[in-house]
Nanobody, 124 residues
Framework: QVQLVESGGGLVQAGGSLRLSCAAS????????MGWFRQAPGKEREFVSA????????RYADSVRGRFTISRDNAKNTVYLQMNSLKPEDTAVYYC?????????????????WGQGTQVTVSS
């Protein structure tokens, strides 16, 4: 079992930056691909970004490509989401999740374990 804890959310003005972190428990972190999802009020949870076990391959939603960067440090059991040029429409609760898939997908039901989420609010 994997336990995931997100941090780094907060309130930021449009155009600003935030860095989210997701710390994982256990010694098998490097065997999981990791993803970030977000959910705004009244909307479905949506895919944001994902990274393979080694960190070599990444994927992004069109809405964040070029502004967000996902990375991971397997020695620290942590995955990051650097968010730049934030927009009000990025406001949501952000969740990290793990999957045993070698190449992570974009559907939330492909992921096995989830964190509790961290709120990101972007003011205009």
């Amino acid at each position: 079992q994997v336990q995931l804890v997100e941090s780094g959310g907060g309130l930021v003005q449009a155009g600003g930056s935030l860095r989210l972190s997701c710390a994982a428990s256990g010694r098998t972190f490097s065997t999981y691909s990791m993803g970030w999802f977000r959910q705004a009020p009244g909307k479905e949870r949506e895919f944001v970004s994902a990274i393979t076990r080694s960190g070599v391959s990444t994927r992004y939603a069109d809405s964040v490509r070029g502004r967000f960067t996902i990375s991971r440090d397997n020695a620290k059991n942590t995955v990051y989401l650097q968010m730049n040029s934030l927009k009000p429409e990025d406001t949501a609760v952000y969740y990290c999740a793990s999957t045993t898939a070698g190449f992570p997908g974009v559907r939330f039901n492909e992921y096995n374990y989830w964190g509790q989420g961290t709120q990101v609010t972007v003011s205009s």
